[in-house]
């Protein structure tokens, strides 16, 4: 479009948003430069500039990428919606037949043991090799700071994480935001600190499981985060299920043994849905064979003789 002068500085402030939506469009772009005022221009590598008032638009080859780009973010939230919605209408066909034939709900512990071993059916490893957990500090956010704990969730193989704040830790394929909109643009596998689908901190790796450096900051103010520390799954199970354990064994001594039996049995609890995790570690094999023993030794003081064996 030929140079037009603006009419009034002022008038930029109602330019419409979607102006360079039409930017493929000469004759939208010269009606809106006759309105608001724009030039065109001829950068050093030959790209043409257009402007509408105050605002640039950029040349028709990088929208089109952004546009694409923008239409693949758009995709995956449309397929990932579809995916939530048949979830939620296959829970409400379960809940529909648990109903109908009289079976435990959701609640119970077996719908929690096939719920957790269902999650770890879309890893590309094995959870064992994973984090139960990750203590993040020194972003920029200070609310993206805290402990990221495993979610029973998936993405792109490895487990998701989340905090207490509503942020997420989990793998992606994010692209380069430096050449988003070039013929450069590409996506590699890395980890991302997100808050409602936007990308705050990355970290490039084909690793599944997160780094504890290389974090960089993405559309999150610096710094980005400094300590990305995780915590075994053994390390987890030993704390947790170890302290029931423990607190089961005093109620033992004060010949509390119903509690006993309870707090044997929330021990236990834990590690349910888990057995490739507890069967990779001699340490947990051995603290679920105790904690069971334990179980079955306070069933028996209650003359609770079938359940004992259990």
């Not at 002068?5 to 008038?11: A, N, R």
């Not at 020194?138 to 993405?155: F, H, K, V």
């Not at 559309?219 to 799954?233: D, F, K, L, S």
């Not at 236990?268 to 849905?273: F, R």
Request: aromatic residues 8%.
């Amino acid at each position: 479009p030929p140079h037009c002068t603006p009419t009034s500085l002022d008038m930029s402030s109602s330019i419409p948003l979607d102006a360079v939506s039409g930017v493929g469009d000469p004759e939208k772009v010269r009606r809106l430069q006759q309105q608001f005022g724009g030039s065109r221009e001829v950068d050093k590598d030959g790209s043409v500039y257009a402007s509408v008032g105050n605002r640039p638009i950029p040349p028709p080859k990088a929208l089109r990428k952004i546009h694409a780009h923008r239409q693949e973010e758009r995709r995956q939230r449309e397929e990932e919606q579809e995916a939530e919605d048949f979830e939620r209408e296959m829970r409400m066909g379960v809940r529909e037949s648990r109903t109908m034939f009289n079976v435990a709900d959701e609640s119970s512990a077996e719908a929690t043991r096939q719920r957790r071993e269902h999650a770890q059916m879309d890893l590309e490893g094995q959870l064992c090799d994973t984090a139960w957990e990750y203590e993040v500090a020194g972003c920029g956010l200070p609310e993206c700071d805290g402990t990221y704990s495993y979610s029973e969730a998936a993405s792109h193989g490895a487990p998701v994480y989340r905090n207490l704040n509503g942020w997420i830790l989990h793998r992606d394929r994010p692209p380069e935001v430096e050449k988003i909109g070039t013929d450069d643009e590409s996506r590699h596998f890395g980890w991302l600190l997100s808050k409602d689908r936007k990308p705050f901190y990355a970290s490039r790796t084909e690793e599944l499981v997160a780094p504890s450096t290389g974090w960089q900051c993405f559309y999150g103010p610096p710094p980005a985060p400094t300590r990305v520390v995780p915590t075994t799954w053994e390390s987890h199970f030993l704390a947790s299920s170890g302290a029931f354990k423990e607190d089961g064994n005093s109620a033992v001594k004060a010949g509390q043994h119903q509690k006993a039996e309870k707090l044997y049995s929330e021990g236990l609890e834990l590690m349910d849905g888990f057995d490739e995790v507890v069967a990779s570690s001699r340490v947990l094999r051995e603290l679920r064979l105790a904690v069971r023993a334990n179980r079955a030794e306070a069933r028996l003081r209650q003359q609770l003789w079938e359940s004992s064996v259990e």
